[in-house]
T-cell receptor
Framework: GENVEQHPSTLSVQEGDSAVIKCTYSDSASNYFPWYKQELGKRPQLIIDIRSNVGEKKDQRIAVTLNKTAKHFSLHITETQPEDSAVYFCAAGGFKTIFGAGTRLFVKA | DTEVTQTPKHLVMGMTNKKSLKCEQH?????MYWYKQKAKKPPELMFVYSYEKLSINESVPSRFSPECPNSSLLNLHLHALQPEDSALYLC?????????????FGSGTQLSVL
């Protein structure tokens, strides 16, 4: 079955710096790669997604890149703010969505 | 309405109890999901309903019994649970399933089994 690996497990950055989270997936049939943000005690919410026919997508301070050949995809957050502090999950989807283990991001003011 | 509503928000039950979790969406989505999330872990898929039919059961123990009475409602019936079943149970929905779709999550039911 699909396996999604996510790194790092914890990331601490200074406000204004960039944050990068990386994921790899195993199932070449996966065609959809969403990123979810989960704040403490809240539901996961989609922040950006990318499909397999696209290499990069950007939405304001957030961007995602996909390398289908290498089965890698990454989340880039620029100009981080304290409210970006949360757990971020990558996921790979096709028939079903499988989540990575999560990255706990701390943005220090 | 872009919300998935789950009730109750919190539930404490004994190992001999029977209880049900409820989930509702009015976005016209035809796929609904149950996920289990332990603290500091990712959501773990349990069941998928597509067009009101069970399409995926991730080898979940029979003490968890899902039900989809109609396209807007999803229930999870609980019976004879174990303490290790204590977790956050998340319901989600998407337009369809099987093609990689955005999931809309409910706020979850925090379940404690004593």
């Amino acid at each position: 079955g699909e396996n999604v690996e996510q790194h790092p497990s914890t990331l601490s950055v200074q406000e204004g710096d960039s944050a990068v989270i990386k994921c790899t997936y195993s199932d070449s049939a996966s065609n959809y790669f969403p990123w979810y943000k989960q704040e403490l005690g809240k539901r996961p919410q989609l922040i950006i997604d990318i499909r397999s026919n696209v290499g990069e997508k950007k939405d304001q301070r957030i961007a995602v890149t996909l390398n289908k050949t290498a089965k890698h995809f990454s989340l880039h957050i620029t100009e981080t703010q304290p409210e970006d502090s949360a757990v971020y999950f990558c996921a790979a989807g096709g028939f079903k969505t499988i989540f990575g283990a999560g990255t706990r991001l701390f943005v220090k003011a | 309405d872009t919300e998935v509503t789950q009730t109750p928000k919190h539930l404490v039950m004994g190992m001999t109890n029977k209880k049900s979790l409820k989930c509702e969406q009015h976005m016209g989505h035809r796929a609904m999901y149950w996920y289990k999330q332990k603290a500091k872990k990712p959501p773990e898929l349990m069941f998928v309903y597509s067009y009101e039919k069970l399409s995926i059961n991730e080898s979940v123990p029979s003490r968890f019994s899902p039900e989809c009475p109609n396209s807007s409602l999803l229930n999870l019936h609980l019976h004879a649970l174990q303490p290790e079943d204590s977790a956050l149970y998340l319901c989600a929905s998407s337009q369809v399933s099987g093609y990689g779709e955005k999931l809309f999550f409910g706020s979850g039911t925090q379940l404690s089994v004593l």
